[in-house]
Structure formats: C-alpha cells, structure tokens
C-alpha cells in the first residue's frame, strides 16, 4: 500500500503561482511514476503532468507546457508541481497518484494504483 498525501492548493489571482506537494509513504517502491491529475467541476479529470522516479522522465499535458513543472525528491518520497502563471481554467481539485506506467500510458489514469484526496487550487480572474 502507498499512502500519498496533497498539500499547497488554495486561492490565486490569475497570473500568480502555487507548489503543489505529494508525500507518499508506504511500499513507494512499487510505484515507480507520480502523476498529477485533476478534475473541474462538471468534467471529467485529466492528466496534469507525471515524472519517473527513476530517470526523471517528465510528461506534461500540452495547456500546462511552460508554466507547470514536476519535480521529485527521493530522498523525502515527495513530489511537487510548481505551478507558474495561472489561468481560470487552471481552477480544479488536484490529485496526486502513484503507479506504474510508459509514456504512451502515463497520461491515462488506469495506470496509477493509489490515489490522494486531493487539494483545491483557485485561480480568480
């Protein structure tokens, strides 16, 4: 089992920045990729960005391209989206997951195993 843990959301003005934080816990080993999702009220949630722990491979959906970066640290089992130049429609519940996947997976959400609540990021016009 692998327990992962958001923090960092909260209200922005458009334009402005936040750090999202993940820190899993637990039999992180067998989940080799950190995912970030999210979901908008009334759609459906999607792929944010993903990194490898192993080779730090990055993947990132292309709106957030330029203004979102994910980083790990091993050491500390946390992972971080750092979330530049905001936009309304950047506003969502952010979820971490933990799993395994490829690049050509990574992007779908059947391959995460482990899910955290999530974290509330608002961006205000």
């Known amino acids: 089992q692998v327990q992962l843990v958001e923090s960092g959301g909260g209200l922005v003005q458009a334009g402005g920045s936040l750090r999202l934080s993940c820190a899993a816990s637990?039999?992180?080993?067998?989940?080799?990729?950190m995912g970030w999702f999210r979901q908008a009220p009334g759609k459906e949630r999607e792929f944010v960005a993903a990194?490898?722990?192993?080779?730090?491979?990055?993947y990132y959906r292309d709106s957030v391209k330029g203004r979102f970066t994910i980083s790990g640290d091993n050491a500390k089992n946390t992972a971080y989206l750092q979330m530049n130049s905001l936009k309304p429609e950047d506003t969502a519940v952010y979820y971490c997951?933990?799993?395994?996947?490829?690049?050509?997976?990574?992007?779908?959400?059947?391959?995460?195993?482990?899910w955290g609540q999530g974290t509330q990021v608002t961006v205000s016009a």
């Open positions: 997951a933990a799993g395994g996947c490829s690049e050509y997976s990574c992007y779908l959400s059947e391959p995460y195993d482990y």
């Open positions: 990194i490898t722990w192993i080779g730090g491979r990055t």
């Open positions: 637990g039999r992180t080993s067998s989940s080799p990729t």
